[in-house]
């Protein structure tokens, strides 16, 4: 299939609500030399983009305003330093944008293959969550086999992959969510404890389920609300990793005694931001010690909702109603 000049993609005219969103049609990206052209079959629909289209998450330099950071779809297209794909190849991709759209640009090295028996909406829920559960909860926080960790929105694409990766690695996981129905969902995903945060007090319900010894990891993406109750939560030299903060950045008022007492870890990353090679790095982790369990059939994406490109807005009202659980994608051609 010869590649066309113009395709169509997803534009935000403007900063504001889901109705920004709409169908344009523009150019066919050309791959840098380190690149590869992709014909999009999938995207996925990740909090990022809504950040972005409320126009509080603008692209880095160099990298496209479309949105869309994660894709599934065929290699048509390959620059000239590129060795390790071919045209024809299934990929999926974490990219620096322009997923919302019918074809679409990514380094070669943040392409990983499908896994086996995956199609296009199962292949490109993975790139966003697993780049960004292996860099915070097992690179940064440092996450190993026989240590507990509770993971907050754990039926968000990225609380359904760290509870998935955690118990894959043999780790204790405790998730919380906010009501019975998803506390269900993450016990059924694997979680061996789950807390009703509307509910329940997730620092008292941690003291309870380690007798008082507390976690060793806690992957956060709720920021400033939640945090002495997660420097309670954590055990001796536990680690809290920071990747959102969905309900503010800033502590008013925070005693860092149980810090220095418990030597604990505060860290944190933003994934867009870094190099292609820090990405490619993550991504070899990816391919070595993650792909074998996808390919075996075990830590499959959850698919909560598939839309058309054409209803990308519908799409981002859903995100922003947290009514989903696991992955909210677009079918793309």
């Keep these: 299939m010869p590649i066309p000049q113009t ?3 997803v534009q935000a005219n403007g ?43 603008p692209p880095p330099p160099g990298a496209s305003p479309i949105l869309g950071l994660e894709v ?15 045209v024809g190849d299934k990929v999926c991709a974490l990219t ?18 499908w896994p086996a028996g995956y199609d296009a909406i199962r292949a490109g829920a993975l790139p966003e969550t697993s780049f960004t559960v292996w860099a915070n909860l097992f690179q940064l926080g440092g996450l190993t086999k026989g240590e507990t960790a509770l993971v907050h929105g754990g039926t968000s694409g990225i609380g359904v992959t760290a509870i998935q990766l955690a118990r894959e690695f043999g780790a204790r996981i405790f998730a919380t969510a906010g009501s019975d129905g998803k506390c269900a ?23 309870t389920l380690t007798e008082g010894r507390g976690v060793n990891v806690i992957l956060d993406m709720v920021g400033a609300p939640y945090m002495a109750r997660n420097v309670r939560s954590l055990g001796m030299d536990g680690r809290l990793v920071m990747i959102a903060f969905l309900q ?9 005694v149980p810090v220095m007492v418990k030597r604990l870890t505060i860290t944190g990353s933003t994934m867009r931001p870094r190099t292609t090679a820090q990405k490619a790095g993550i991504a070899a982790e990816l391919r070595d010690k993650v792909w074998p369990a996808l390919n075996a059939g075990r830590c499959p994406p959850v698919i909560h909702a598939t839309f ?23 079918a793309v051609g």
């Design 72 to 86: 599934a779809g065929e290699v048509v297209a390959i620059g000239g330093q590129v060795t390790a794909l071919s």
């Design 248 to 256: 503010g950045s800033k502590v008013q008022e925070f005693d860092f």
């Design 7 to 9: 395709m169509t993609y």
């Design 308 to 330: 058309p490109l054409a209803q990308a807005a519908e799409a981002h009202r859903l995100m922003e109603s947290s009514q989903h659980i696991g992955k909210i994608m677009l």
């Design 15 to 57: 900063a504001g609500e889901a109705d920004v969103l709409a169908l344009a049609t523009g150019p066919v990206p050309t791959p840098k030399p380190d690149e590869v052209l992709i014909r999009v079959q999938a995207a996925g629909v990740n909090r990022p983009d809504v950040a972005q289209r409320q126009g509080a998450y």
């Design 185 to 207: 969902a993450c016990l059924n995903l694997g979680a061996d404890a789950a807390i009703n945060y509307r509910t329940q007090d997730f620092a008292a319900e941690v003291k």
């Design 96 to 113: 620096n944008g322009g997923g919302y759209a019918e074809y679409c640009t990514a380094p070669a090295t943040q392409c990983l293959p």
